[in-house]
């Protein structure tokens, strides 16, 4: 395995995956206790909960601004970062909503329903910049990955991303101008991704101490100021989860968190975004039929959890793996071509 100052950081750390199998088994946990019993108070369900869900999407966005780099550091062009996230997202996505759409065609829940122009809209994957409802509310997420997407694009095409540190306080000053200013216009919000950037800074701070960029005594003053401005914009319960997610880093990036890299998370993280993709909605789906058929509300909660395991795997393997690698080649092929025209 490479470790930090392995000639910038290059590799694949397997515990960002097994952190992303805990997340995405997280989530869906928490969707299938307590969100479901939240919109379906008259249905039958576990007697349990899950609390705190967006903690675990919080982790999400940490590993996006660790994980970012590994596209950056080879980045010549900006279409390329545009072409290589396409590639990642978008197959899958689109298959995720024809999937979603299918089930509750055939499952008949008015309350998971949306008109058909916001559907449309959702083949954009820009629904939230225009307040539409997303074909599945686990989507929510998307638009606050594209917006990081944006700005670090932006950060890249300025020159910045190889000292980003400069960023950083002007990027959580605007944190705390959204914090006092109720009247901040919502697409600046959304695009510079304010509600959220502390945790994005997370990954990017600690990325740069794994790939040996920068030492841990260099990144506390802004750690510091990450965990500050939490502390003081948001909740004490999101303040704990911030400390939490650094710790996990923190013994992730000192080789200190090799032992939750077994199979089973590795698989789930492996299929972590196909999984989040199809998730909700088709499992709300398989629930409420298991208790039209008389089934134990557990039976119902094991069977949409194994169902979504399928499916995630299914669309992973079948659509967002061969659909995104043949959108890159016939990106590169395309790159390749225009580079000998020029010369």
């Not at 686990?138 to 944006?150: D, H, K, P, S, V």
């Not at 959890?305 to 995104?324: K, S």
């Amino acid at each position: 395995m490479i470790r930090r100052g392995d000639s910038f950081g290059r590799g694949r750390l397997t515990e960002l995956d097994a952190l992303r199998g805990i997340g995405a088994l997280l989530v869906m946990n928490f969707h299938y206790s307590t969100r479901f019993e939240e919109m379906f108070p008259g249905a039958a369900h576990v007697p349990f909960h899950v609390v705190g869900g967006n903690y675990r999407v919080l982790l999400f966005f940490a590993i996006s601004g660790f994980a970012i780099f590994f596209t950056l550091k080879h980045l010549r062009y900006g279409m390329d970062f545009v072409a290589n996230r396409f590639a990642r997202l978008f197959p899958a996505y689109w298959g995720a909503i024809l999937i979603t759409l299918t089930v509750e065609h055939f499952g008949h829940i008015p309350a998971l329903d949306i008109p058909p122009f916001a559907i449309l809209v959702n083949f954009t994957m820009l629904q939230s910049f225009f307040y539409l409802p997303c074909v599945d509310g686990a989507y929510w997420t998307l638009a606050i990955e594209l917006g990081f997407y944006a700005c670090m694009l932006a950060l890249w095409r300025a020159g910045v991303v190889e000292h980003i540190e400069s960023a950083i306080p002007g990027w959580l000053a605007l944190r705390w101008l959204l914090f006092f200013w109720h009247g901040m216009p919502g697409p600046v919000v959304d695009l510079l991704v304010l509600e959220w950037v502390p945790f994005f800074m997370i990954g990017i701070l600690t990325y740069r101490i794994w790939s040996g960029q920068r030492r841990w005594r260099d990144q506390f003053p802004y750690l510091g100021l990450v965990l500050l401005t939490i502390g003081g914009t948001d909740t004490p319960d999101i303040l704990l989860a911030a400390i939490i997610i650094l710790g996990c880093f923190a013994l992730m990036i000192e080789g200190r968190l090799r032992w939750i890299c077994i199979r089973p998370l590795i698989w789930v993280g492996s299929i972590s975004y196909s999984l989040y993709l199809v998730h909700q909605h088709v499992g709300f789906i398989v629930m409420l039929t298991g208790n039209r058929f008389g089934l134990p509300p557990l039976a119902s909660y094991m069977l949409a959890i194994g169902t979504a395991l399928a499916l995630g795997t299914i669309l992973n393997r079948l659509v967002e793996r061969p659909a995104g690698q043949w959108l890159q080649d016939k990106w590169n092929q395309y790159r390749a071509v225009d580079a000998r025209a020029v010369a």
